[in-house]
């Protein structure tokens, strides 16, 4: 089983060994409690979503199931695998004629690089389980580029506990994942993102404490 370069991702043997039962999977059984998460989120604080981007959509249920909700006239979808990207786009996500839907088969790293100096911009975005596969050098370059690319960030990485425990509890070892300490994690993001709730980033290019449209200021930082 190998993981390919660049926009080639993971071969088709990973995801039929490691979604063999993608019902118990978080963000796949689970996925409208995800999209309830999401939705409450903003209606409370009164934020508007009308451009959403997934950045690594794998099998493409939360996706899906954004655009369903929120229907916005833009959306991205990026995935490196040809295996979930080829079930993906037989599975036809737009959810209305309006939306311009564009996915593309490439890497994260190698979108940002495209796009960097691209006036691109989406209020929502979605990087789900991406972050533990690049190399630290990635991490921070990326990390920047989306902060200048998306107002809002719906992210999730598994720390070096998690991942521990998924081979202790579940008897599943992921061997490309790159184990990295919650604290790492948090000093890297925080250079580009400010926490304003659990798996949600807000661009700190658009936002300050002053400007930001979430109220409780006290669970920034």
């Not at 036809?92 to 911009?121: A, F, H, Y």
């Amino acid at each position: 089983m190998k993981k390919g370069s660049g926009a080639e991702g993971f071969a088709k043997e990973y995801w039929d060994k490691n979604y063999s039962s993608p019902d118990d999977m978080d963000g796949i059984g689970n996925v409208s409690s995800h999209l309830d998460y999401i939705r409450s989120l903003f209606e409370i604080e009164f934020i508007d979503i009308s451009s959403i981007a997934d950045f690594g959509f794998g099998l493409g249920h939360l996706f899906e199931a954004v655009l369903d909700h929120y229907k916005p006239y833009k959306a991205l979808g990026i995935e490196p695998s040809r295996h979930p990207f080829d079930i993906v786009k037989k599975r036809k996500i737009k959810p209305v004629p309006s939306t311009k839907l564009s996915l593309k088969q490439i890497d994260l790293v190698g979108w940002c690089k495209e796009n960097e100096s691209k006036k691109i911009r989406f209020d929502l975005g979605l990087c789900t389980s991406v972050f533990q596969y690049l190399t630290d050098e990635e991490m921070e370059y990326c990390l920047r580029v989306l902060s200048m690319k998306v107002k809002y960030l719906y992210f999730s990485v598994p720390t070096d506990i998690e991942l521990r425990r998924q081979v202790e509890d579940l008897e599943f070892e992921d061997e490309y994942a790159i184990k990295r300490s919650r604290t790492k994690y948090q000093k890297m993001i925080k250079k580009h993102f400010t926490f304003v709730s659990s798996r949600m980033l807000e661009s700190k290019v658009y936002f300050n404490e002053k400007s930001t449209f979430f109220t409780d200021l006290l669970f920034r930082f």
